[in-house]
């Protein structure tokens, strides 16, 4: 598996960085809810505990089937979380008695409808960095400003692929081309989706290296445009794509490949067929290729020498890559 870059000019930073509940706190940015309706929203805070563990243990108590709880994104196992869940209102009883000392319920909400993955505006993180050196400290507030200027690569972070890399990879390639068969629905879409991941994040390393300070824009370019929420294809480099890129108006895009997808064209597409696979038949996807934190703070706690980092990201965006990329190293 390709190893994610990032920026060759910038030093290495050797400062210790450990996912915990401790020193890694998400907070889950929730959509607008309505107020009223069958299903009731739950804010969930759990501790060293992943959505799939706090799913299953709220469906062992209800007594219910996982597919009757919605949520809106996977949070990870190695951390303070707090995120929302829908579950129906016919269960509000059962579930004002519900008690567990790594799960603690914030708050609740009626909504109209079942939570579906992607229902969030965002997530918040709170991360510190231990060991930093003063020296560090001052690289690390120049590559922030840098990164809320021009934004950073969009990778799929270590956490999309799971321990045994190579091995996944090779599964999911099997499962792909029809050589081996899982019979378990949710393992055999995570090994695809992993399959899909890896290609973007190849394609994202090749397209960093044609520039390392500025994002360089193929004539042929998919572009997600937020005004519109629409994708459109750019036959040329105008200056007004430039203007909009530089605004953040319009973010290039990169292939998750599969079925039903717009694929690149011209000169972007001579790039992007490098990293493609027509054999996968769930659905591709494009993905933003830069993303921009918002709201980056950075506290220096000089005694024991830790850095507070705190910043939102738009879903489907990785925290541990943002740290990757202050730090100018791979964290696994």
């Given at each position: 598996m390709?190893?994610?870059?990032?920026?060759?000019?910038?030093?290495?930073?050797?400062?210790?960085?450990?996912?915990?509940?401790?020193?890694?706190?998400?907070?889950?940015?929730?959509?607008?809810?309505?107020?009223h309706g069958n299903f009731i929203i739950f804010k969930v805070e759990k501790s060293?505990?992943?959505?799939?563990?706090?799913?299953?243990?709220?469906?062992?108590?209800?007594?219910?089937y996982s597919n009757e709880i919605g949520y809106a994104g996977l949070k990870d196992k190695r951390a303070t979380t707090t995120q929302y869940l829908s579950i129906p209102k016919k269960y509000s009883k059962e579930m004002k008695?519900?008690?567990?000392?790594?799960?603690k319920i914030l708050d609740s909400t009626l909504h109209n409808q079942k939570l579906n993955i992607g229902d969030l505006e965002g997530n918040r993180f709170k991360i510190n960095l231990h060991d930093v050196e003063?020296?560090?400290?001052?690289?690390?507030?120049?590559?922030?400003?840098?990164?809320?200027?021009?934004?950073?690569?969009?990778?799929f972070g270590y956490q999309r692929f799971g321990k045994e890399v190579e091995e996944n990879f090779q599964k999911a390639k099997d499962v792909v081309y029809g050589d081996v068969i899982i019979k378990d629905k949710k393992l055999s879409k995570m090994l695809i989706s992993a399959y899909q991941s890896s290609f973007f994040n190849e394609w994202l390393v090749n397209r960093l290296k044609f520039n390392e300070e500025d994002f360089k824009l193929?004539?042929?370019?998919?572009?997600?445009?937020?005004?519109?929420?629409?994708?459109?294809?750019?036959?040329?480099?105008?200056?007004?794509?430039?203007k909009d890129f530089q605004n953040q108006k319009i973010l290039p895009t990169g292939l998750l490949p599969g079925r039903k997808v717009f694929r690149a064209m011209s000169e972007a597409r001579v790039i992007e067929e490098k990293y493609d696979d027509m054999y996968i038949q769930e659905k591709g996807y494009r993905r933003?290729?830069?993303?921009?934190?918002?709201?980056?703070?950075?506290?220096?706690?000089?005694g024991e020498k830790m850095c507070t980092l705190e910043f939102s990201l738009p879903k489907g965006s990785y925290a541990t890559v943002l740290i990757e990329n202050i730090a100018n190293r791979n964290l696994h």
């Open positions: 390709i190893k994610r870059f990032y920026s060759s000019s910038n030093k290495v930073l050797n400062f210790k960085f450990v996912q915990n509940d401790q020193d890694f706190i998400v907070t889950e940015l929730p959509i607008r809810f309505s107020g060293n505990m992943d959505t799939w563990e706090l799913i299953d243990r709220l469906c062992d108590y209800l007594g219910i008695a519900f008690r567990s000392s790594k799960i003063i020296e560090e400290l001052n690289q690390i507030q120049k590559i922030i400003k840098k990164i809320s200027k021009k934004g950073m690569p969009n990778y193929f004539e042929g370019d998919i572009f997600n445009e937020f005004k519109r929420d629409k994708l459109f294809t750019a036959k040329s480099i105008t200056d007004q794509i430039l933003d290729a830069i993303v921009f934190p918002k709201d980056i703070t950075c506290k220096y706690n000089s």
